[in-house]
């Protein structure tokens, strides 16, 4: 038997504090292991303008603008090489990591047909994080002249150490969010199985769709104290009857 939107909500009626239980223990238990266990890791930025390599009174030439767009994909390979990794790391020893941690948090990326190089660290520090991308930064550019024969890379922007953003993996307010529409979804996704495999006729409407014929009457349920104490009622009845002596 197909049952509508309204037997639906019904059914959710009748289970609501079941699926208010499940969901209070998920929220529960997301908050306790997001600030025990999850450490949270933020993200900073910097970015590079890598400037054109041809005057801008000079007429703009397909073949240097593929050389220019060459030229970010280059940069953007040297900001990831041994070489600037290696001397900001020797430069700069507070920062406490190896070459391969850095590299394991470090992201270089750039929009397509943009001259503006990305580049992005993950840290449980933020105040680190801003300023390792600053130093890196700042080491490309040191290198560059030597390694390319050329001068044409400067910072645009760079994060704000102020202004600190949410974690990069989820914030608690965040986790508990998605664990109470997840945890919602899935009893009543639970609750819904179980009753559509339940075959058992529970009203009246059900009655009439299986049996074909409709509902003349029904019984309802008869509880065990109730058959008890309407026992006792009827004995109590029939003992104190009046009997009448005639002369």
Sequence with gaps: MEKSILDYFVLIRKKLWMIALFVLLSCLTTFYVSKTFVVPV?????????????????????????MNMNLVESYKEIIKSDQIVQKL???????????KELLKNLKVS??????????????????????????????????????MNM?????????????????ANGSIIINLALSFILSAMAAIGV?????????????????????????????????????????????REVGEQTYVAAK
Excluded: C
């Design 42 to 66: 933020y993200k900073a930025n910097t970015q590079v303008l890598v400037s054109s390599t041809f005057k801008s009174e000079e007429a703009i030439d397909l073949n240097d603008v593929s």
């Design 151 to 167: 001068n044409n890379v400067k910072i645009l922007s760079s994060s704000d150490v102020a202004v600190k953003p949410l974690p």
């Design 110 to 147: 750039s929009t397509d047909k943009t001259q503006i190089i990305k580049i992005e660290m993950e840290d449980p520090s933020y105040e680190k994080a801003v300023a390792m991308t600053k130093t890196l930064a700042d080491t490309f550019m040191s290198e560059v002249p030597t390694l």
């Design 191 to 235: 609750f819904f199985f179980f009753e559509n495999i339940n075959d058992t006729i529970r009203s009246e409407k059900e009655a009439e769709h299986f049996v074909g014929l409709p509902v003349l009457a029904s019984i309802g349920t008869i509880k065990k104290g109730n058959v008890t104490k309407t026992s006792k009622a009827l004995s």
């Design 89 to 99: 790391l020797q430069n700069h020893p507070e920062f406490g990591m190896t070459q």
